[in-house]
């Protein structure tokens, strides 16, 4: 089978079970088992006398070290 045949067999296979898979997932967002995590990065500012400052991995600040002077 050439890859032209197996490319055009995946889409037509995708576009027969995507209205089932759209199913499935409204059904488990219904019914909570399914959660959309998203990321929104937003501009942090803060005053150039704030001592301390750091940010963990997930970007949050580590509110133990900071001190002002």
């Known amino acids: 089978m050439s890859a032209a ?12 079970l995507k209205p089932a898979i759209d199913r499935i997932e409204q059904f488990l967002v219904q019914q909570s088992l399914l959660f959309h995590l998203t990321e929104k990065p937003v501009e942090t500012a803060y005053l150039p006398s704030v001592r301390g400052l750091s940010f963990n991995s997930q970007g949050w600040v580590n509110l133990r070290h900071i001190w002002f002077p």
């Open 5 to 16: 045949n197996v490319q055009k067999t995946c889409e037509s296979t995708r576009e027969k």
